[in-house]
């Protein structure tokens, strides 16, 4: 029977080429996000996609949809943890209380409440284990000028990361970090027609085919559990990010 795993965020972006990447290799593929419509688009069809609309940052909602995986699969292989919002750049001061909190429920208390949950069923099954795999971006390490809601959530990720990471030992469940840097999808776009500087200037940067960052993914879950990568950076080759700011 093929390997299952959980894309959070399989609507669009990263999450949609990755859910398409796992689905070409063979695997069952639990596609997560709010809205079905995207969700049907990035799945194409495929008998072994099962849809799953629902809010991460939803309590209850992530607890039954993780049920629904494990009663329809009997067993999780994977969680890629990829679900994440940002906001327009601006300084702290300027920033509403309230856009901070939305996009804290998403980036931290989602990404929180989908390892809860994949954890869980990891340990509990027969064999016992699995990979957890979050999304931490290029921000995990280094901010880009504007974004400290953003750059705080995925500090925040690599907290959780390494977290599990050590709290999984037990319960043979391996959990890794990819950080993509200016992956071409739509959130990125703008990036190639200029974006903030350090400097203050508005300059435009090189970008990568997001298939990179999926073929990572794949890689990453395809290891046995007795090997782990702990931390991958991918990103366009010439983007400022060694020597940013």
């Not at 992530?62 to 999780?76: I, K």
């Not at 327009?88 to 804290?104: F, R």
């Not at 989908?114 to 509990?124: P, T």
Request: hydrophobic share 45%; aromatic share 6%; charged share 15%.
């Amino acid at each position: 029977m093929s390997q299952g795993i959980v894309i959070t965020g399989a609507g669009s972006g990263i999450g949609r080429a990755t859910a398409r990447a796992f689905l070409e290799a063979g695997w069952r593929v639990a596609l997560v996000g709010r809205r079905q419509a995207t969700l049907e688009e990035s799945a194409n069809g495929d008998p072994n996609a099962l849809i799953l609309p629902f809010d991460v940052a939803d309590p209850q909602a992530v607890e039954a949809g993780f049920a629904q995986v494990a009663a329809r699969w009997g067993r999780l292989d994977a969680l890629f943890n990829n679900a994440g919002v940002f906001l327009k750049g601006a300084t702290i001061d300027e920033i509403a209380v309230e856009d901070w909190l939305a996009l804290s429920s998403v980036n931290i208390t989602g990404m929180f409440l989908c390892a809860r949950a994949a954890f869980g069923q990891m340990r509990r099954q027969a064999p016992q284990g699995g990979r957890i795999i979050n999304n931490g971006s290029i921000s995990a390490h280094v901010p880009r000028w504007g974004s400290a809601p953003y750059t705080t959530s995925k500090h925040a990720i690599t907290g959780l990361t390494r977290s599990l990471s050590l709290d999984g030992r037990a319960f043979n469940i391996a959990c890794g970090q990819v950080d993509v840097g200016n992956a071409l999808t739509d959130m990125a776009a703008p990036m190639a027609q200029g974006v903030p500087q350090a400097n203050g200037e508005i300059a435009p940067e090189p970008v990568m085919d997001v298939a990179h960052v999926a073929s990572t993914v794949l890689h990453m879950a395809g290891l046995p559990l007795d090997a782990n990568v702990q931390f991958v950076t991918v990103m366009a080759t010439a983007m400022p990010y060694i020597g940013r700011g």
